[in-house]
Every structure is written in structure tokens, then in C-alpha cells.
């Protein structure tokens, strides 16, 4: 398994993509129908523009899931996100959990160390934090409200955003995602 440590920005984006190469040929070898989804892969230009931009429409662009998928003769699909690590921004879980409250299906797929599990949306449950050096709100790590922040950010090996830990034992076997998603698929309201 590809390790979740990674020192700089451009391990974990190598390391992201490498895992999200093995996640999409696994869906394609299932029998799904996939496509990357999101600006980041069709306009990375324009991303780089909002990459600061807070306001909801620009978060709701920065922070489409990595994919979409379908399977069936009259096709039923998905959203996919793909994490190299057990960890989630909060930007990002709020957006995917907008996307699940308007009807769609949102499934996100974790690395852990060899571990590799998936879990709807909705059902993610985070990891307790106890104690940290960085600052907590409402069970969000967050690192850019340290007071040393800009001593703090030379060696700091995120970006800063919020963030939280995803408890693993939430998580299902990656191995069993196509039963466990057709049959959520069957199960959705048309």
C-alpha cells in the first residue's frame, strides 16, 4: 500500500493520483461506466483562479467529488471521491453532504495504511480527537487558526484547511463496493 506519510504537497497529489488510477480501473474491470468529474480535471486553469475564493458557489466548485459512475442497462450512478489517507477537509465533507441531502448518491473511498475501505457519505463517522496542538471547532482540526501559524506553516505538511480523521471502523471492504453500491442503486427513488 502506498504510504500515507508523505512530507510535501506533491507526494500526496503523486500518491492521490496513484490511488485514484487503481479505484477507477477497478470500477472500469466491475463493469461500471466512470469519468473524472470536476473542474480541477477539465479546467485546471479556472481552479487555480478560486483557489482562495470562499464564497458557496466557488467552495461548491472547488469541491466536486473526484468522479461520477453509472452501471445498468438504464444506467444508475454515483458520485465518487477517492482519499489517499483517512482524512477529509471540512470544505469538502460539507459539499458532498449537500450533493447527498439533494438526492445523489455520494460514495467516498479511504487509504489506510493497507486498508482500503468506502462509506456513503452520511454514514462517515470521524475519530475522536483528545488532545492536539492544533486548534479544534466543532471536531475540526484547524490548523491556520494556530497563533504561530506562519512560523507553523514552513513545516507543516497541509494546507491548512479544516480538517478531521475518518474512524475507520465506519468503513466497509473495498472488495465488496460493487454489490454493496448495486444494491443501494436498486434501492434509489426514481
Aim: aromatic share 12%; with cysteine; proline share 4%.
Amino acid at each position: 500500500m502506498i504510504n500515507s506519510l508523505s512530507t510535501t504537497f506533491k507526494e500526496r497529489t503523486n500518491r492521490g493520483d496513484i490511488f485514484s488510477t487503481r479505484i477507477f480501473d477497478d470500477l472500469d474491470k466491475w463493469g461500471f461506466d466512470v469519468a473524472l468529474n470536476g473542474t480541477e480535471h477539465t479546467h485546471p486553469e479556472f481552479i487555480k483562479q478560486l483557489h482562495s475564493s470562499t464564497d458557496p458557489t466557488s467552495l461548491m466548485i472547488r469541491y466536486q467529488p473526484d468522479g461520477v459512475a453509472s452501471i445498468g442497462t438504464v444506467p444508475r450512478s454515483f458520485y465518487l471521491e477517492v482519499k489517499a489517507s483517512k482524512y477529509i477537509e471540512r470544505d469538502a465533507y460539507l459539499n458532498y453532504t449537500r450533493l447527498q441531502m439533494l438526492g445523489g448518491v455520494v460514495y467516498i473511498v479511504f487509504a489506510h495504511n493497507d486498508f482500503i475501505g468506502f462509506s456513503e457519505v452520511q454514514n462517515i463517522e470521524f475519530e475522536s480527537i483528545i488532545s492536539s496542538s492544533i486548534p479544534v471547532e466543532n471536531g475540526w482540526l484547524c490548523p491556520r487558526q494556530r497563533v504561530d501559524w506562519e512560523t507553523y506553516r514552513k513545516t507543516y505538511k497541509g494546507s491548512g484547511t479544516p480538517f478531521r480523521g475518518v474512524d475507520i471502523k465506519c468503513l466497509r471492504e473495498w472488495s465488496i463496493f460493487k454489490q454493496t453500491s448495486i444494491e443501494k442503486l436498486l434501492q434509489v427513488i426514481l
